[in-house]
């Protein structure tokens, strides 16, 4: 009932961005890139932000290009045409060796204070496991993730639910929908103290929860969170891992929520 | 600034090793025409450790057949180079680190790690897997001889050395085995084998021209890992700990990286990874290699400490480096990408118009010999006797009686730590990125990656140390029929194999015996089955406080799978009629129903018969190929109810098995049950008919339809007599012992 009161106040203030991403934000520095080939029917332009230890990036990169047919380029982390993307991707990995704290370095580069024009600008970033991890440490995403309670890193498959399907990364899912996902993490324990937590459940941040099977402990089994907006989400399973196992592929169907966001309409 | 020995260093020094013996000595002076000074002396003796020298093994191993139509490298270069079509190759390397590993099992099971991915980087190849073989004492205390162990310790923090460095690189942990035996008692084997892949036409080709430039990149100098290769070219026998390297699995990474970016550049004329022996090996190496000679100054190598001295920086064997030769033309480019990775490098010198390697230390020589004397080792003479303890094995051993209730012994069998699920290890394991794993580990008998041409590459490591102590000829050849069948089982025909030889001191004539029964071994099932040995290693002096290791040769099989080719499985599916393809003989000598069930060591041990081994294998392709089964997995450790128990849990459906139809010459049952005979296939399939027609079409091949999978019970009948009666539940609850016992 909240989810659906909060989304019917979105829909009035309209905030999410199905405007603002996809048109130039016209209070930002466009660069040449964008204004040149600015038309009506501009494709949308997906970054992939690799840092030092990132691992994912070129398998992201693989199954949108080559698998979901959804264009996407690699941006070294310091490259200044960051700004000029629709939307960013943060791969898993291990940024900066997860040196001190897993992503706490990335978070603390040039790149994290452009991000954080991006996400205020309404544009999508979408963090994947060490992305995950990066945004919380950005302060762009909310509460904190910690070493899995079973104190090990765990690779396997999990199911998750569908929790918010009105974000741009779930819009063709259905509401408690259920699928397999990978995992591969360490630290994954999403936590959030009590105050944050009721806030994240009564502005309808949850995207997604471990169904039945909850590999790391974390608070109310919460796999993805968004941003009050929406437009920012971290998920901690990995997405692009599924369609190497084609009985099991839900999971790209996050992408192409993303890619379908982004089409001009 | 790096200065000469303190008295206190040079002391320290000759403690911990007398370098060279005094024939080695006296040949290299006289090779040198002159008394080589201090520090020269400690370059050759690194260079010629056993770990670095192969003396003892070299003309051994040499005799292996390397030349295959795949084969563009074979050993002898840091990886192995096949080519697997469409302009593509995938290289290959195995590696340990067992004397690092048991004293800082976190630390030396993670830079073994390190150390083979930058062979595979070496070539210009980018990893694409890893594969480990590890073994330890049991786990529990009271399964070793003394009651005591320190193996769980070992265990866990190898499983997560391994773990971490993998994980961090990015670099997925694909295969692997593990094998526990009280003779390891307070050490541990721990071998690491990766795979490369990349476009043929990219690989280093290792040529250099005068004046090149003689770069050094990666992580800092620093002194931890000196003489790393000389303590592991010696018996384990006191904690060394600064001996033992320290892991940086970042900056490994920022290397992968930027080296296939700088070879995709075509940046780079010659590659070297630093290991065993740091820059002493490496220089010497190369130069040798290339056939000219390098002019180096040590002064301005990047080092994690300061009051270096010149012997201390050709000797660190700190990890994450790499020595690189580039031109005037591609330094820009170097530089660039380094930048851009924030890696540090130093332009270490010069390629020149001699063959000597010309060692300075701001500006003043500290060593001079030509290359090639120190690259090249004097072979070292040894002896081999027949070890004595193989008489007094076969003339102690009485066969058991058989036990009367074999449910409990197949439970028990189920729950031996050898055979039990590794889902406890491999979990721990980023084994999915780089979406190449197609078949991911526990699934089959060996895992399998998706290549960029639309083919498939098959890997399995097998060993087993147990058969190999008490006959090292047929132990090995099992270990080499287990490697191939295991890549048969997924579908794909054996291109490659790379081996692992671990044994004691080759100092003692009788472990140098089993050593050269195992290369023989290798030597005449390669040969036979037309399959190159493509790479390998050999780890002498891994003794311990009990004495030599029992010999444990560890062997990895390559297999391709053609396009669009099936890939089996393991997973039994209900409704599937249960075939056997081959004979069970009586041969339980060193099988884990002897040495977990009754602790005997003895008896005989399964023997291969080539000529069937590879009708065996061919015909169980055939079936596959021809789309006939629906599931396949090898008969190895545990016999025949243990291979169906393993495909009844992976496939979640019980089974009944009529003992007396499976094809045998035993003179009981508990051997039928439990031989570990070899070249056997286990054949799940919903269409008896089709195999049965195939099958009985080949030749002299031995094979039988044993059973069914049904429901939830399993079963195995002699005639109308239940001799097992259990349920799948229960199987797979005991085969999760690895688990319990590791997170209880």
Known sequence: ?265 | MPFDLSAAQVKWFEIVMAALTKEESRYLAYKLNREPNKTEKEIVAAEWSEHCSYKSSKRFIKMLPSKGKHVVVGPGYDAAVLDVGDGYVITVHIESHNHPSAVDPYGGAATGVGGVIRDIISTGTRPIALLDALRFAPLLKEDNEDGSSNSEWLFRHVVRGIGDYGNCIGVPTVAGEIEFDPSFINYCLVDVASIGFGRRDSIVRNRANYDDLIILVGGPTGRDGIRGAAFASKTYLHHNRSAVQIPDPFLEKLLIEAITEAVEEGAIKALKDLGGGGLSCCLSEMSDNLEKGFDIELSEVHVKEKGMSPLELMLSESQERMLIITDHLKIDNIRRIFDKYELKYVILGKIKDHHNLVIRCNEKIVANMPSNIVANAPLARRFSKRPAYLSTLRLDFTPPVTPSNLTRVLLSMLSNPTIASKEWIYRQYDHEVGLRTMVKPGYADASVLRLDNGKFISVKLDGNSKQCYIDPYHGTLGCLSEACRNVACTGAYPIGIIDHLQFGSPENPEVFWSFRRAVSAINNYCKFMKIPVVGGKVSFYNETSKGPIKPTPVIGAIGLIEEKRLITQSSLKDGDAIFIVGTTANETGGSEYYEYVHRITGGNVAKVDMNIDRLNLRSTLELIDKNAVSCVHDCSKGGVAVAISEMAILGGVGFNIFIDKIPNSCYSIDSLLFSESHSRYVIGTQEPKTVEKILSGIDGLVFSQIGDAYNENVTFKMKSEILIDTDLRAITTNFKRLEQIMTR
């Open chain 1, 1 to 265: 009932m909240i989810g659906q009161i909060r989304r019917e106040e979105q829909r009035k203030k309209g905030p999410v961005g199905t405007m603002i991403a996809t048109k130039p934000i016209s209070n930002e520095n466009l660069n040449r890139h964008q204004e040149g080939s600015y038309s009506s029917q501009r494709m949308a332009r997906i970054g992939i932000v690799v840092f030092p230890g990132s691992n994912c990036d070129r398998d992201v990169h693989y199954i949108l290009n080559n698998v979901l047919k959804i264009q996407a380029d690699f941006v070294w982390h310091t490259d200044s045409n960051l700004g000029t993307y629709d939307s960013v991707i943060i791969p898993g990995g291990f940024a900066y060796g997860d040196r001190l704290r897993a992503g706490v370095i990335a978070a603390h580069t040039p790149v994290a204070i452009e991000l954080k024009k991006m996400a205020k600008g309404g544009r999508t970033i979408l963090g994947i496991c060490n992305g995950f991890q990066i945004l919380v440490e950005c302060g762009l995403l909310p509460g904190a993730l910690v070493m899995n309670n079973s104190l090990s890193f765990v690779c396997r498959w999990t199911t998750i639910q569908v929790d918010n399907n009105n974000t741009p990364f779930t819009s063709l899912f259905k509401r408690n929908q259920t699928f397999k996902i990978p995992i591969a993490h360490g630290e994954g324990r999403y936590v959030a103290d009590g105050r944050l937590l009721k806030s994240i459940l009564r502005n309808n941040q949850v995207v997604f929860r471990y169904f039945k099977d909850d590999p790391n402990g974390s608070v109310d089994h919460i796999a993805a969170v968004c941003n009050e907006e929406g437009n920012v989400m971290g998920i901690m399973p990995h997405p692009e891992r599924a369609p190497v196992n084609r009985s099991f592929d839900e999971a790209s169907m996050i992408f192409r929520c993303l890619s379908t966001y982004l089409q001009p309409k």
